[in-house]
């Protein structure tokens, strides 16, 4: 009898080169070690990644990825490397580059974003067996509990008019913004923590899927940094991590 297929498992960690909100964000200094560092050490625990590929339009942070244990094994195109690029086409260029340079075709692309540090292999292994255990999904995502119910969000018109961003008619709930939060339908954020996705999803030109399953994490791991107020905040929920287990 064959053994079982075992799925090759690539962990791509985006990390281009400009920054406006912090300046050489992914490679600061954060808790002692460069930023992306955290992400790296976090991925390489993990029994079921079988590679670490980050994905850079930096020679500089190609080769602080490298040192920390990453692959590296292009530099990504700059016409895909600006602020306002969407994910779909990094990831679409990571995977022609291994199949067509390596004839490697992974089974699962784990999205993991250099800029949340407090990511814990226990939810990136979970969202891999989530993945691997429904065939019928195209991709798990993490999520928390939002942090404003979309509910009670509005959209704001021409005179100043307030419209409820989400329409009545889509759960049937007489103005909800009016309501206490507690009475509305559970609703979730994905914070761009953890995404695990079929190749053929992404080949399939998306990041999703339509069958995307869900799974809650503690929201004290999900940040993303943008702002250096995020960035000290982040910083001070890992010492205090640390803290904790001494």
């Known amino acids: 009898m064959d053994a079982p297929h075992r ?21 600061k200094l954060f808790c002692g070690k460069p930023l992306i560092a955290w992400t790296i050490e976090e991925a390489k625990k993990s029994q079921q990644i ?12 190609a080769a602080v990825a490298r040192q920390w ?9 700059a016409n895909i490397s600006g602020d306002t690029t969407p994910d779909l086409p990094v990831f679409e260029h990571a995977l022609s580059w291994l199949k067509n340079q390596e004839g490697y075709v992974p089974d699962i692309v784990l999205h993991l974003r250099a800029t949340g540090p407090l990511r814990v292999v226990g939810d990136i292994d979970h969202g891999i067996e989530l993945l691997v255990q429904n065939p019928q999904a195209d991709s798990v995502r993490a999520v928390t509990k939002a942090p404003l119910h979309p509910l009670k969000t509005y959209a704001l018109k021409e005179g100043n008019i307030l419209r409820p961003f989400v329409s009545e008619e889509v759960f049937g709930i007489k103005e909800p ?6 009475s509305l339908p559970a609703a979730y954020a994905a914070g761009g923590y953890l995404s695990a996705i079929r190749s053929t999803t992404i080949r399939g030109h998306s990041m999703t899927g339509r069958v995307i399953l869900g799974f809650e994490v503690d929201a004290r791991n999900v940040v993303d940094i943008d702002t250096p107020v995020q960035f000290a905040l982040a910083e001070m929920l890992m010492r205090e991590r ?3 287990q001494q």
């Open 7 to 27: 799925s090759k498992v690539v962990a791509l960690i985006p990390a281009r080169g400009g920054s406006k909100g912090i300046p050489r964000k992914n490679i």
């Open 50 to 61: 079988n590679r670490i590929l980050v994905s850079t339009d930096d020679e500089e942070i």
């Open 69 to 77: 244990g990453a692959e590296v094994p292009f530099i990504r195109p």
């Open 242 to 244: 640390y803290t904790q």
């Open 177 to 182: 913004f009016n309501l206490p939060w507690q």
